[in-house]
């Protein structure tokens, strides 16, 4: 597909984030959130406690970009491995899991997302953003990675589980990591 649109990535950006991540240990972050309040679902504390889940003794600092399925040309939704690709073709990285926890606690200020009865089964929660970042296993049961979500003025940082053929709606919105061009 050829991207001519100016509704794609890098004309259509919906917000970029300076992050300093690493530097603490699992048991550090999951206290530094638990003193922020911010909730974690059985599938977010199963990511967190995997021995796959690694994070970094030293701080280092990435820029985050946030876009719609809808913002990398995919206006029917698309697959997670589309989704990466594309992003991949325009210059994005995926995000290292650790992100997710560091993110949460840094975005406070998450507007909050629609709580009805009318649950959207097998989607993104309205309001969520996840976080695109490398799969520690093709295992369906285990969680693909972390989204974050406001529901009731509660924080969460919570792991998800999608199949290869599960399509993400043109609206849902994503975090990927904007290489730093060091001059």
């Given at each position: 597909?050829h991207?001519?649109?100016?509704?794609?990535y890098?004309?259509?950006?919906?917000?970029?984030?300076t992050?300093?991540?690493g530097?603490?240990?699992?048991?550090?972050?999951?206290q530094?959130m638990?003193e922020?309040?911010?909730?974690?679902?059985?599938y977010?504390?199963?990511l967190?406690?995997?021995n796959r889940?690694?994070?970094s003794?030293?701080k280092?600092?990435l820029?985050?970009?946030?876009l719609?399925v809808?913002?990398l040309?995919?206006?029917?939704?698309a697959?997670t491995?589309?989704?990466f690709?594309r992003a991949t073709?325009?210059?994005?990285?995926l995000?290292p899991?650790?992100?997710?926890p560091?993110?949460?606690l840094q975005y406070l200020?998450?507007?909050e997302?629609?709580s009805g009865?009318?649950?959207?089964?097998h989607?993104?929660?309205?309001g969520s953003?996840t976080?695109?970042?490398?799969?520690l296993t093709?295992?369906d049961?285990?969680p693909?990675g972390?989204?974050?979500?406001?529901?009731s003025?509660?924080?969460w940082?919570r792991g998800?589980?999608?199949?290869d053929?599960?399509?993400?709606?043109p609206?849902d919105?994503?975090?990927f990591?904007?290489p730093i061009k060091?001059s």
């Amino acid at each position: 597909m050829h991207l001519e649109n100016e509704d794609v990535y890098p004309n259509r950006l919906i917000g970029t984030r300076t992050m300093e991540i690493g530097g603490l240990t699992k048991s550090q972050l999951i206290q530094k959130m638990q003193e922020h309040s911010i909730m974690i679902n059985e599938y977010g504390e199963q990511l967190l406690t995997d021995n796959r889940f690694s994070i970094s003794d030293k701080k280092y600092r990435l820029q985050t970009v946030e876009l719609t399925v809808s913002d990398l040309g995919f206006r029917d939704g698309a697959t997670t491995d589309q989704i990466f690709k594309r992003a991949t073709e325009l210059g994005l990285e995926l995000c290292p899991l650790e992100l997710g926890p560091y993110l949460r606690l840094q975005y406070l200020d998450q507007p909050e997302g629609y709580s009805g009865d009318a649950l959207q089964r097998h989607q993104a929660p309205s309001g969520s953003i996840t976080i695109a970042s490398e799969i520690l296993t093709k295992d369906d049961d285990f969680p693909k990675g972390f989204y974050l979500r406001r529901i009731s003025d509660t924080l969460w940082l919570r792991g998800y589980c999608a199949d290869d053929l599960h399509v993400w709606n043109p609206y849902d919105h994503f975090i990927f990591v904007k290489p730093i061009k060091h001059s």
